[in-house]
């Protein structure tokens, strides 16, 4: 069977190329899939697959029914683009001004579709039923909840996943036991002090230098009062506030991000924020009002999975091929909100080029994925499937 799939997955990739250039061009912003979400449908439709459209706002469904087994086997692609202008002198670059693929999400949906093509060719079907998850606003964290409110995961016994890589080369697989990405929660703060006038700061309450004391002590408070070896990630993204240049501002607005990697210290946050902001406001007279919004968990891969997936990568593309991942990353994914329902794992993809001294990373204008690795996703992906109901069923 691997022998068939490798012809399979040979056969289809100048297509899996068109679709991939096709999506590349034409990006959309979370929650706004829509000509995605029709491309997708038409595609796994063609290939004789139940489809599902308008699932999760803008999500879509497709599923490859098994023959006797009443599982189902989930797999995950997102759909949706950045807001970036794309950099990149590319003859499929975007059409889209201001938007582009940034994160390898039209790769990931191109792998998931490849994957389907593959799966629907075999010479017999599989025991059980394939579900293909390709979901909006991943971006946003919002879509994975959305696709489990509309009821996608309703059934399935696992998951697999995947997001490229720039920092492995095309060709390879990056595999990742037990804890691969970390908690993301939002933080608002807002500061009140007291309006006066600029020649008189005596007479107010300066929102924005007791803003300024609250961002550096938060920062040189993470490493001095939290576990060194359980990170803790705060950053303040927006700042907001203040009305005129001679006027002492009286209300500061702080936006940010926490990730953590470790559940016991993600727990305790929100009060250790909310003590050391009012501890910087209390001496000067002012008042803080703190929003702490929990995000999306850490991706814990599964280890059974994970070892199947890793058996799977190591058969089909070589021992060469496949690397393990020492570090988990402080980016975070919402294909965590899945692994509340079933277990799961997610691999990494290589997308890197070997010839070039620079891979630009994730969410940088300049972004670039060598399609060679595509390929090499299909493959992984499928086969890995497969295994999965011919060595449980």
Known sequence: MLRQIHALVEDLTPRLLDIRRHLHSHPELSGQEYKTAAYVSGVLSSCGLEVQEL????????????????????????????????????AFASTQPGLMHACGHDVHTTVAMGTAMVLAQLASPLPGTTRFLFQPAEETAQGARWMIEAGAMAGVSAMLGLHVYPNLAAGAIGIRYGVLTAAADDLDITIIG????????????????????????????????????????????????????NVIAERVTLSGTVRSLHPDSRKHLPEWIEKIVAAVCQPYGARCEIRYRRGVP?????????????????????????????????????????L????????????????????????????????????????TMAYSAYRYWHTSA
């Not at 950045?82 to 990149?88: A, D, G, I, Y």
């Open 340 to 379: 509340e329902h079933a277990p799961g794992t997610m691999f990494r993809l290589g997308v890197g080029f070997t010839d070039r001294a620079t891979n630009y990373p994730l969410h940088h204008p300049k972004f670039e994925v060598n399609e060679a690795a595509i390929a090499t996703g299909v493959m």
């Open 298 to 338: 850490s991706v814990v891969n599964d280890l059974a999975l994970t070892e199947l997936t890793s058996r799977c990568a190591r058969e089909a593309l070589g021992e060469t091929h496949l690397q393990l991942i020492d570090e988990p990353s402080l980016g975070s994914e919402d294909f965590s909100l899945y």
């Open 55 to 90: 699932v999760g706002k803008t999500g879509v469904i497709g599923e490859l029914r098994g023959s006797h087994d009443t599982r189902i086997l989930g797999i995950r692609a997102d759909m949706d683009g950045l807001p970036l202008t794309e950099r990149v002198n590319l």
């Open 194 to 245: 007291e309006a006066g006038h600029g020649a008189r700061p005596h007479e107010a309450i300066d929102a924005i230098w007791i803003a300024a004391q609250v961002v550096t002590t938060l920062q040189q408070a993470i490493s001095r009062t939290q576990n060194p070896l359980h990170p803790v990630v705060l950053t303040i993204g927006q700042i907001g506030g203040g009305r005129a240049a």
